[in-house]
């Protein structure tokens, strides 16, 4: 009787700890349990950098900081644009985590690249130029983009969108 007890209770906890794992962020190399930090919980960091770096963004309703230095005249990109862009990416602590300054190496689908730039690079049209405070949420979430990107990272872009396809 024991042994049947010990054993339904070692079924049991291995299905809780199952259920725990299953409930996890997915990544490519597995699933791991995180918690996103909140977007209104990055907005102080996100302005002290903005203030720190004279920067003038304002805040779009999804939480996202930005500021427009040229708005540019040609196509406004959506998901399903090809864009083509320079850009430099960093953190709040000022490293620089990527950057590219040849267009020709980029040709990215927006649709698949982070919600920040999801949500920005429509604000703006090919020729222009726009500066993006991402909150994690909006970035690379609580699962980071390492070794580059910490987890809930929130992130400072200056992009110049050169071209939309």
């Known amino acids: 009787m024991k042994t049947i007890l010990w054993s339904a209770t070692r079924i049991g906890i291995l299905g809780i700890l199952t259920m725990f794992i299953a409930c996890g962020k997915a990544t490519n190399t597995g699933t791991i349990t995180c918690t996103d930090v909140s977007v209104a919980n990055d907005s102080v960091v996100l302005l002290n950098f903005a203030s720190a770096n004279s920067l003038h963004p304002v805040k779009d ?10 708005q540019g005249t ?6 399903n644009s090809t864009i083509f862009v320079t850009y430099k990416g960093v953190l709040m602590n000022g490293t620089i985590f990527d950057s590219t300054s ?5 040709g990215f689908l927006l649709g698949t690249l982070i919600s ?3 949500i920005g690079l429509p604000k ?3 020729g222009g130029e726009i500066k993006l405070l ?9 699962t980071g983009n390492e070794p580059f990107v910490p987890s809930n990272a929130p992130l400072y872009f200056d992009v110049n969108l050169v071209t939309v396809q």
Do not use: E
């Open 116 to 118: 920040g730039w999801r």
């Open 102 to 106: 040849n267009p020709a190496k980029t």
């Open 134 to 142: 991402i909150p994690s949420h909006f970035g690379y979430g609580c």
């Open 61 to 70: 309703t999804s939480g996202l900081y930005y500021q427009i230095v040229t």
């Open 74 to 79: 040609g196509p406004t990109p959506n998901d």
């Open 124 to 126: 703006i049209q090919a």
